[in-house]
């Protein structure tokens, strides 16, 4: 180190000194001393940016540190959050107790529902019950509902052309019986219908579970448009968030979409039958026991879970037999030939019923499909769950393809 340096250390050594001196002689704390205490000189400062302080005495603020300064200040606002929270509610009960009381006078005028619109559509939402709302728009509705129009904007909900047309008339009479969540799905769109026939007969199957969860948020959305105190899909669409769409009880399955759909119609039927009925329809918590039974009914809910495949190869014909056959189809099927060679085991053939509808290929009404003598067939379920026994098949008015 040479003499230049040296001179600055001193410099700097004479300067600290110096400046240790005044402050001794100024009667300011060693700053090393101070221990995270207030002192008298800037309490008053902390009171007026911090009102909550004004509870305490100033000596009891000198006497504390910092930390539990700090301590203090988290208890307030907590505290302060709480009274808010608190006021919140007891207003919102408040509110609630006034409702009785609180009576809007709606003045009469016009609405044609597009270009003129009442200031009844506008007033505030309905604290009762959902079966309640259901009950009223049955008193005012009537059994029929109101005219279908389907000019609602389910492209502001990132959802237009979801809607079938035969799903937005369904959707304006609650009391229809033919609503199903294929006429919501995308699929459907722009198919023709065939002119004989159920309308119902001619839309696709939902056979994804996207597909099925996409249908199901449409036909909510459509409903919240056309009638928005109805909040039956709402419970369905709640039920199976809640039960994962009913992956316990599906897991290992095929065809899942479409025994969940099988559901949704199911239970869209019952609400139409309880809206003509004057009955409030099934709500989420009588869903979970609707579910039960609609599958526990079904041969699918006899396999174990997750071992589908196992419980198929149950029902499979024994060492002796041949596991399928090949055989020509009766000469019903309506586009199918009657050489039409189908894999079908040959316990699902029955000389009075058409396999073609049983698997989905036979697009011929009921009633009018023959074999080629000229011999009737039916359409019904051939489904038999254990073909090594003598038994009659399902015999429902569903396919055996979609059901079993």
Known sequence: MDQGQLDDLALNASILI?????????GVPDPGSYKGQLNSQNIEGLKKRHPFLNEYADSTLASISLDTLLKLESTSIKLKSLEKTRALEEKLAANRDAL?????????GVDNRLTVLHSG?????MGCSAAKMWEWGRKYLGHDGHAAICTYDMKSVGLAGYVTPQGWGALHDPGNSNISLKMFSINNCGRKVASKGDVED???EVVELGEFKVALRVMREALSFVHPWNKSVSAIEGFMFQSNFCTKDLEGLDKQATILTQFVDYILRENSNRWRGLEPFIRIEELKGAWESFFGARPQSMLSKGKAGAGFQRHQPGPGHQPQLAFKQQ???GAASSSTRVNVHPSLFYEDICVMWNIGKCVKAPGSCYTKNGKPL?????????????????????AAHFFH
């Open 202 to 204: 001619n839309l696709l």
């Open 121 to 125: 559509r506008f007033l505030p939402g």
């Open 100 to 108: 009785a009381d609180t009576e809007i006078t709606v003045q009469a």
């Open 331 to 333: 000469g019903g099927g």
């Open 18 to 26: 110096t400046d240790e001196n005044n402050r001794v002689l100024q």
């Open 378 to 398: 039916r359409h019904i379920c051939n489904f038999r769950p254990d073909y090594s026994r003598p038994m009659p098949p399902c015999g429902a008015n569903h």
